[in-house]
């Protein structure tokens, strides 16, 4: 099994766009919601004040660091 990578919201063990489009489509309440489990791992930014929950922030900074231009401030 893969370990939970931070950001890597459908577990497959790779931080990918399909991880930024599935918060994006959860946020938009868009297909089958995503578990407890999957909200957590993709809530990148949760440790900041007033950043708890799912927010477009957190498909924006996964998208960043996989371009290479942004770190996880977690």
Known sequence: LPV????DV???GALTTVDAILILR????????LT???QQRGDVNACQAGQSG???VDAILILRKIAGTALFPC
């Open 4 to 7: 939970a990578v931070l950001g």
């Open 10 to 12: 459908n577990n497959d």
């Open 26 to 33: 959860h946020i938009a309440g868009i297909g089958t919601p």
């Open 36 to 38: 407890p489990e999957q």
């Open 54 to 56: 799912l927010t477009t």
